[in-house]
């Protein structure tokens, strides 16, 4: 598959560098994008198409697949063409700035075979794949609580302060829960599903100089009666990622490094019902699991593509399931501004209106051009 890269920021490198290391079976780097057309110098001595203008690369017949790594308040308008001219797509997550505008992605997809996946790399990692896999073997039972604490994405000054669409309402929608959390986001509802109710609290700019949210505190209520608590922030250090899921049939906890089921010899609600001990519990048994290897889930997301585009596989992450994770977003960051808990679905349109005035009065960040460190490897939780 011939892929176009569109952003050669932080995250656009590291899709090239893999796909030039051949760690993507069947796919060649054909072409670039980026504005200045100069920072795409490097992979002109490469003899790869350079272009300062995402149009001309759409535009230029050269790329089958497109990945698009800008800015978030760049994916809809770029996303839009991309798919409209017929190339398959995977997004760089979140898939859009608000759930309105992730619709506006999808309803541009023009064909059934048109590929349109989203750069949700965590659902890769060894813990929660076996996470998901003991869920739907049905170990945990019914759902009763699942809580995520998920506070080590700390990100000092430096961050914001050298890029101007970080963490403003204009370029990118939100905070923590629109940059570093929508992994997560993403994973509790691909574990768990969505829940019904959502009550939050979101801190707006309590670490750093930031409009946008850097710690949140929510709490969520399911269908079933399931509750759910989420924490996250970027002011704390170390922090923790401490993720408990609990059912009647066992419970699950990790910490992204490894995980441990604790199995129940049967249902709880069953033994509490039946059992004529006043302090009894049912016997549990515990299961570990170390991932043997570190994945490379960048190119793990970018191989299933290509098998995809040729049947030989299902989306990882299909684009449409991005919605979910801008709609728990928003729904946090909606139930602050109200002061008062919000029923999902999410009314995309009547959040576009809100979100619309923060964006309107929105302050442009002052650039400071202090050169800041990269290494991405960091960034990575
Ligand atoms: N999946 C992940 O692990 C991961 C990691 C980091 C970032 N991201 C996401 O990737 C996106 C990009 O993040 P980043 O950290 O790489 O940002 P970045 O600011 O480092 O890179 C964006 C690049 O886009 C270029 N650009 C801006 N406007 C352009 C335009 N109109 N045409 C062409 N080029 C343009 C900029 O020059 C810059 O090189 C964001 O949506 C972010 O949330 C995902």
């Keep these: 598959m011939k892929f176009g890269i569109i952003g050669l920021g932080n995250i656009g490198r590291v899709h090239a560098k893999n796909i030039q290391d051949g760690l993507v079976e069947g796919a060649e780097l054909a072409a670039v994008a980026n504005q200045p057309i100069d920072t795409t110098d490097d992979f002109k001595k490469q003899g790869i198409a350079c272009f300062g203008d995402a149009s001309e690369l759409i535009e230029s017949g050269l790329c089958e697949a497109v990945i698009i790594a800008l800015p978030t308040h760049l994916h809809a308008p770029i996303g839009i063409q991309a798919l409209e001219a017929g190339l398959h797509l995977v997004m760089e997550k979140p898939l859009a700035c608000h759930k309105a505008e992730g619709e506006r992605i999808l309803a541009a997809v023009q064909r059934e075979d048109q590929i349109a996946s989203l750069m949700m790399n965590q659902r890769t990692h060894p813990c929660y794949v076996r996470i998901k896999q003991w869920i739907d073997e049905g170990e945990l039972g019914e759902l009763q609580r699942i809580s995520w604490t998920m506070t080590n994405w700390f990100r000092p000054e430096i961050y914001y302060a050298s890029s101007p669409w970080r963490a403003t309402w204009k370029g990118e929608g939100g905070g923590v829960l629109m940059n570093q959390c929508p992994h997560n986001i993403d994973v509790l509802q691909w574990l768990v599903g969505m829940p019904v109710k959502v009550r939050a609290q979101c801190s707006f700019g309590k670490y750093h100089d930031i409009e946008v949210e850097d710690e949140v505190n929510a709490y969520f209520e399911f269908a079933n009666g399931a509750t759910g608590q989420f924490s996250a922030s ?18 699950i906890i990790t910490d992204g490094n490894e995980v441990k089921l604790i199995r129940t010899s049967e249902s709880v609600s069953t033994f509490s019902k039946n059992t004529d001990e006043m302090f009894g519990t049912p016997e549990t048994t515990e299961e570990i699991f170390q991932p043997l290897e570190e994945v490379n889930q960048h ?32 729904a946090m960051i909606y139930s602050t501004w109200i002061n008062d808990e919000v029923c999902l679905p999410l009314d995309s349109a009547a959040y576009e209106q809100v979100i619309n005035q923060k964006i309107a009065e929105s302050q442009p960040r002052k650039i400071i051009k202090t050169a800041a460190k990269v290494d991405m490897s960091k960034s990575y939780r």
């Design 234 to 251: 970027t002011g704390e250090c170390p922090g923790s990622n401490r993720l408990e899921i609990v059912g009647d049939r066992g419970t």
């Design 299 to 330: 190119a793990a997301i970018l191989n299933n593509v290509v098998k995809a585009a040729s049947g030989e596989a299902k989306l990882i992450a299909p684009a449409v399931e991005g919605l979910n994770s801008l709609e728990l977003a928003g």
